[in-house]
């Protein structure tokens, strides 16, 4: 069972250059949402989407643009790569909305990214 | 943003002890869940309470949502060193598509 794939696993990129981190789930789930961890801070959403076609902002998404041309994937790019998104950025995905439903988030094991 | 608060950040116990992890808000929640974080690895869910009041058991481990719906916390009898990881709370966001994290408690138990 694949579930959540994310790759590349790491990353070193100079400050200025651009890249793509990229995300694929074979659960046929429609919702999916990128994370960065950063220590003492928890999980912050960058960006999710609740379908192919529709995605939305989420608490830090500045630097970074995601598109849903598929349901399965859902890549995440770093238009300008700064220090400051030097980071582990996780991918998730669930079948349902998470609003009072017991509904879990399967998530990829993540990208460690370092810019320099 | 529903912010959640955890403590302690940190923790560190002898195998055998008991131990309780907190989260809280000063927002009402539908459903608050809990995952646990290894080294080099995801988050993997453990359990999600939904109705205040509500007391889900795991083994040993022991989860309640607060009646309020503000609050949860986690309860571990006896820890062993298996136990050792990041524990996350976690709530709907205000889409309610997507999941408002707390900053997380590492546990370490030592033989």
């Known amino acids: 069972n694949a579930g959540v794939t994310q790759t590349p696993k790491f990353q070193v990129l100079k400050t200025g250059q651009s890249m793509t981190l990229q995300c694929a789930q074979d659960?046929?789930?429609?919702?999916m949402s990128w994370y960065r961890q950063d220590p003492g801070m928890g999980l912050r959403l960058i960006h999710y989407?609740?379908?192919?076609?529709?995605?939305d902002q989420g608490e830090v998404p500045n630097g970074y643009n995601v598109s849903r041309s598929t349901t399965e994937d859902f890549p995440l790019r770093l238009l300008s790569a700064a220090p400051s998104q030097t980071s582990v950025y996780f991918c998730?995905?669930?079948?349902?909305?998470?609003?009072?439903?017991?509904?879990?988030?399967?998530f990829g094991q993540g990208t460690r990214l370092t810019v320099v | 943003t529903q912010l959640l608060e955890q403590s302690p950040q940190f923790l560190s116990i002898q195998e055998g002890e008991n131990l309780t992890v907190y989260c809280n808000s000063s927002?009402?929640?539908?459903?608050l869940q809990w995952y646990r974080q290894e080294p080099g690895e995801g988050p993997v869910l453990l359990v999600t309470?939904?109705?205040?009041?509500e007391v889900k058991k795991l083994k040993r481990l022991t989860f309640q949502f607060g009646d309020a719906r503000k609050d949860s916390s986690l309860h571990i009898t006896a820890a062993q060193p298996g136990d050792t990881g990041l524990y996350l709370c976690?709530?709907?966001?205000?889409?309610?598509?997507?999941?408002?994290f707390g900053k997380g408690t590492s546990l370490l138990v030592t033989p």
């Open positions: 309470v939904v109705t205040g009041g």
């Open positions: 998730a995905s669930s079948y349902t909305a998470f609003d009072g439903r017991n509904t879990e988030a399967f």
């Open positions: 989407s609740v379908g192919a076609g529709i995605t």
């Open positions: 659960m046929n789930h429609e919702y």
């Open positions: 976690a709530g709907a966001g205000d889409s309610g598509y997507a999941l408002n």
């Open positions: 927002s009402v929640f539908s459903s």
